[in-house]
């Protein structure tokens, strides 16, 4: 079966986590599962975590081919500890994310990511929560506004939430292109813009449907304390807001954070570094990678290295 969503940076994953015969990786975000078959064909034995049931087709095709070392776990990767424990390994040497929506998720009308095609105003990666719809027809001015000014940083946020407001009186959303089309009037039409005027909120609704942001950080505090020692990291993000989370995790957890953290000062600075830093910086696609994917355009990759020291577990509040 041939996959429907190119993986980004599948090199670069693979050489980052070394993946080896006997080993046991996480992949946390299955998708069409094109790290996992990388990882697979290595040696190692897969756990697999996706909270979309539509990936469960994958998962079977993969089952197939190495029916004794790949197990698919349906959670969100903020439950990867738990996971973990049902999967009833032993020792954990590796733990990926590839963080975000897959080219699947994007491509079908009817899971309402797309503000191109038509489709009930849903967004959710699994199906459960509250939809997009329900965030907009129900939520009062200052939270939309907000949203869509944190997670999507659209400027003229305040505008776009009253024309929400104001329409929902009327007739509430139930569209992608009902809502995509309210926003761009909001907006002033696309006046040669580069993008499409609704892309911004679109991408704002997304990751609060799907509290992408809160996941990835209880995703990673989950991987701290499930790790081996020795064990490695591998984050690639796909815009800045998910980047800054991994880079601050990463910079605390090495004891790079200059004077310890705003939250819990004294605290910090007494724990030993959790991780080791694999590389400085992040890794980006080169330049063929990019000619083939442009979704590889954004695609940040960073990684570390499980020292023996304790877990830090949670730092709240990066992401509120
Ligand atoms: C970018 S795709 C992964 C593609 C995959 N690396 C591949 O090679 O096919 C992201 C996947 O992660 C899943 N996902 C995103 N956030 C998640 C979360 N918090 N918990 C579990 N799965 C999540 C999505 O449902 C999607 O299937």
């Not at 049902?86 to 699947?104: H, N, P, R, T, Y």
């Not at 929560?129 to 329900?134: H, I, S």
Request: net charge neutral; hydrophobic share 45%; glycine share 10%.
């Amino acid at each position: 079966m041939t996959s429907p969503h190119a993986p980004v940076l599948l090199a670069e994953v693979i050489e980052a986590l070394a993946p080896k015969a006997g080993d046991v990786v996480i992949d946390a975000t299955f998708g069409a599962g094109g790290y996992t078959r990388a990882i697979l064909e290595r040696g190692a034995d897969v756990v697999a975590l996706d909270r979309d049931p539509t990936v469960q087709l994958f998962a079977e095709a993969v089952a197939r081919d190495f029916p004794d070392r790949f197990q698919l776990i349906r959670t969100p990767f903020s439950g990867l500890a738990e996971a973990f424990e049902e999967s009833g390994k032993a020792k954990l040497d590796g733990a990926v994310f590839d963080i975000g929506v897959s080219s699947m998720q994007l491509d079908q009308a009817e899971r309402g990511f797309s503000f191109m095609r038509d489709g009930p105003l849903d967004m959710r990666m699994s199906d459960e929560g509250v939809t997009a719809a329900d965030i907009v027809n129900t939520w009062d001015h200052g939270p939309l506004a907000h949203i869509f000014k944190l997670y999507g940083d659209e400027r003229q946020s305040g505008r776009v939430a009253t024309a929400i407001l104001r329409r929902r009186v009327e007739q509430p959303f139930t569209r992608t292109l009902d809502l995509a089309e309210v926003v761009e009037k909001a907006l002033g039409g696309r006046r040669g813009a580069a993008i499409h005027p609704a892309t911004r909120v679109f991408q704002a609704l997304r990751i609060a449907v799907n509290d992408e942001l809160g996941e990835l950080e209880r995703g990673l505090e989950a991987a701290e304390a499930t790790l081996a020692p020795g064990g490695r990291l591998v984050v690639v993000t796909f815009h800045s807001l998910e980047d800054r989370i991994v880079k601050a995790f990463l910079t605390e957890r090495t004891g790079n954070a200059p004077g310890g953290s705003r939250h819990a000062p004294v605290a910090v600075e007494m724990r030993k570094p959790s991780f080791d830093l694999m590389f400085k910086g992040a890794r980006e696609a080169g330049e063929a990678e990019l000619a083939a994917n442009p979704r590889a355009r954004s695609a940040k990759l960073r990684a570390g290295v499980r020292t023996t020291a304790p877990a830090w577990g949670a730092v709240k509040g990066r992401s509120a």
